[in-house]
């Protein structure tokens, strides 16, 4: 079946430093990849997602591309924030079919000024 | 706009007891699920809906049902907790009915104890 591998953390950085959370999976045909970030006591929200091979998603200064060749989707930002410190969940959602999301054990990521 | 709604935010149970965590959405999503979140565990598959009427397990479903008789209420119910069953639940729809690229948007969770 389908599954995410990524590291529980927690990360800690600095302020300005560059973030690097790895993602890989596992997956029959062509899976939709997402990131997805939990702000303390609120639900998840998407942070962004890629469709299909070499696609990049991109928003709020994080991008990570879809590598089908190492089945990975590693999430990057050049200069993190304080207001960055969540956790943040890699996810895969089935090829066809019914949409039915698979989700990654979250990496906790605490950024100190 | 609303979104997606939980209720109760915060519950705590006897082993034993039945309760139904509330879940409704006002964007007249076709799919919508229950997850449940646990340490080390990330988000696990309860259940999920494709419709009204339309209902099916995912990948921890023993000791939840669920019923889907509107497009807008997905409750889940626990008919007699379980200490295993302390954990945070969250309900989540989407407007992608097929191949699994839509966005899944959240509630704010349900923290639930069963002691």
């Known amino acids: 079946g389908n599954s995410v591998t990524q590291m529980e953390g927690p990360v800690t950085l600095s302020e300005e430093a560059f973030l690097t959370i790895n993602c890989t999976y596992t997956a029959t045909g062509y899976p939709s990849l997402f990131w997805y970030v939990q702000y303390p006591g609120e639900g998840l929200q998407l942070l962004l997602k890629?469709?299909?091979?070499?696609d990049k998603g991109s928003n709020k200064g994080f991008e990570a591309t879809y590598r089908k060749e190492t089945t990975s989707f590693h999430l990057e930002k050049g200069s993190v924030q304080v207001s960055d410190s969540a956790v943040y969940f890699c996810?895969?959602?089935?090829?066809?079919?019914?949409?039915?999301?698979?989700f990654g054990i979250g990496t906790k990521l605490q950024v100190i000024p | 706009n609303a979104g997606v709604t939980q209720t109760p935010k915060f519950q705590v149970l006897k082993t034993g007891q039945s309760m139904t965590l509330q879940c409704a959405q006002d964007m007249n999503h076709e799919y919508m699920s229950w997850y449940r979140q646990d340490p080390g565990m990330g988000l696990r598959l309860i259940h999920y809906?494709?419709?009204?009427?339309?209902?099916d397990q995912g990948e921890v479903p023993n000791g939840y049902n669920v019923s889907r008789s509107t497009t807008e209420d997905f409750p889940l119910r626990l008919l007699s907790a379980a200490p295993s069953q302390t954990s945070v639940y969250f309900c989540?729809?989407?407007?992608?009915?097929?191949?699994?690229?839509?966005?899944?948007?959240f509630g704010e969770g349900s923290r639930l104890t069963v002691l």
């Open positions: 809906s494709v419709g009204a009427g339309i209902t």
């Open positions: 989540a729809s989407s407007y992608a009915k097929t191949g699994g690229s839509g966005e899944l948007f």
């Open positions: 890629a469709t299909k091979a070499d």
């Open positions: 996810a895969l959602g089935n090829s066809g079919g019914y949409q039915k999301v698979t």
